[in-house]
């Protein structure tokens, strides 16, 4: 789940930069979360294709940390760690299962596009699907090891704590979405959008949201 990816990559730079100062520290903690987020907003377009780069995120973070190291700013360690954090999600998707309405029921091969060589890595399904338990397992000793750290800060530490129980009720939901939408009074099933997980033409999945007329 997103929420996992966020919390890996704020566990891996807060293990990176243990002694600056929370002034620093606390920036780059948080874009670290959101390029750690970044490539999942695609999952209202082809989800782990549209903004999914492994290749591309990997060079461009290597560059922009190199660029760091001949000319020290702020902005360009900003920008590394947000690609960073998106090279690290998109290629550690690898690792997950694979896209489809319910991917615990696996029926495809296909784990995030490699727009390098224009196909699609197959799943290792270490992490079976998104939610899945030890999707939530994954993301509460990341948010540990970064809560550890001497990087986070108290404000950090909260975020991390809302970040494992939320990610641990979306766990528990997670593969019964159709089962509680259908216990939605008639009423309120009226006025709220229909939600579904429809497959593409490029192989991929796709968030729909219709609005009801």
């Known amino acids: 789940m997103a929420l996992t990816h966020g919390a890996v990559s704020v566990a891996l730079v807060a293990l990176a930069t243990p002694a600056l100062p929370d002034t620093v ?13 970044l490539p999942d907003l695609d999952i209202v377009a082809d989800h782990r294709k549209t903004l999914h780069y492994p290749v591309g995120y990997s060079v461009l973070a290597f560059l922009l940390a190199v660029g760091y190291v001949v000319a020290p700013s702020g902005t360009l360690l900003l920008a590394a760690v947000l690609v960073g954090s998106a090279a690290v999600h998109t290629c550690s998707d690898v690792l997950a299962g ?3 309405a319910e991917p615990w029921n696996p029926t ?7 727009h390098a060589l224009g196909a699609w890595h197959r799943p290792r399904r270490y992490v079976r699907y998104s939610g899945a338990p030890e999707d939530w397992l994954l993301a509460l000793v990341a948010a540990a090891t970064a809560i550890r750290s001497p990087a986070s800060g108290s404000t950090v530490e909260a975020a991390l704590f809302w970040l494992v129980a939320v990610a641990g009720g979306y766990t528990l939901v997670r593969r019964r979405f159709s089962a509680l939408s259908a216990r939605f009074p008639s009423r309120l099933a009226a006025v ?5 997980v429809e497959e593409t033409e490029s192989g991929a999945t796709t ?5 009801r007329s």
């Not at 495809?108 to 490699?114: G, L, P």
């Not at 709220?192 to 579904?196: Q, S």
């Open 98 to 100: 694979s896209v489809e």
């Open 25 to 37: 520290a606390l920036p780059l903690l948080v874009v670290a979360f959101l390029g750690g987020i």
């Open 207 to 211: 968030v729909a949201i219709r609005f």
């Open 108 to 114: 495809t091969e296909r784990a995030v596009y490699n």
């Open 192 to 196: 709220l959008p229909a939600v579904t």
